[in-house]
């Protein structure tokens, strides 16, 4: 186990990698920026970690000794949800969705460089920051009224999303993203003003990301919602529209 000396009032990341090398120099790297880092080795006490640092986000490796890391997802966001950048191996995007789907913000394939690990890691961090400022300020100011396009309803108070009645669940980057697309219906938006504004990154190379997450969505929502316009972007068409072009989600 690799960690830092932790601080109040100082972001706290959990690391969750299995191989000293590159457990180290995350930790290094992350340490840099200000944060308390702890790094432990396999899955059984990456969950225990979890439970006891209360971390405002993980860093995770899919294949892990003990429990795999989709299988430590799953347990630290049933305990409770928090924001999960997992690392991968393997450039297989059937890995990258199942890892969305169960509970997984963002991923990033090996080798990756500390530099976009670290932005990253911030993204996820304002993202929730936004959240929370969000929900804070609906409990002393009239929320905006839920946003309905078609047969689903967004509720940004309360970060829930219902379609024709039923409760779908997403992770919060699913959630802005989809919110993002249904506030613009039928408007086709560029993966790169997606990376943008859901991301806040402006590096084109992320744009596969958009398009896996694309299809977590599409997998939870059903394949209507969202058209394919290919070699530009994506757009949101309410159910009774016109069928999309790529219910696939191919690029």
């Known amino acids: 186990m690799v960690t830092t000396v932790s601080r109040p009032g100082v972001t706290t990341v ?9 457990a180290q120099a995350i930790v290094h790297r992350l340490t840099a920026e200000g944060w308390t880092v702890e790094a432990v080795g396999d899955g059984h006490a990456g969950v225990a970690a979890a439970a006891r640092l209360q971390p405002d986000v993980v860093v995770l490796d899919v ?70 400022r969000a929900a804070e300020l609906a409990t ?8 309905v396009v078609g047969d689903v309803t967004i509720d940004s108070a309360q970060r829930r999303v219902q ?10 980057t699913e959630f802005d993203l989809l919110l993002t697309l249904a506030s613009s219906p039928r408007t086709v938006l560029t993966r790169e003003r997606l990376l943008a504004d859901v991301w806040d990154w402006v590096d084109a190379s992320g ?34 529209d016109a069928p999309a072009d790529d219910a696939d989600g191919s690029s």
Do not use: N, W
């Open 207 to 240: 744009t596969r990301t958009v398009d896996s997450h694309i299809k977590a969505l599409r997998r939870k929502l059903g394949s209507d919602l969202i058209r394919t316009v290919h070699g530009v972007g994506y757009a949101y068409e309410p159910a009774g």
């Open 63 to 132: 294949m892990l000794p003990g429990i795999d890391g989709l299988e430590v997802c799953r347990q630290i966001q049933a305990e409770r949800p928090v924001p999960v950048l997992m690392l991968t191996a393997r450039d297989d995007e059937t890995d990258m969705l199942v890892g969305l789907g169960v509970g997984a913000d963002d991923y990033m394939t090996k080798p990756f460089s500390m530099r976009e690990l670290v932005a990253r890691t911030k993204v996820l961090l304002r993202r929730t920051e936004r959240a929370a």
């Open 140 to 147: 002393v100011q009239h929320p905006d009224p839920p946003l």
């Open 163 to 172: 379609r024709a009645g039923a409760e779908v669940h997403l992770t919060p």
């Open 14 to 22: 959990l690391v969750v990698e299995d191989e000293p090398a590159i």
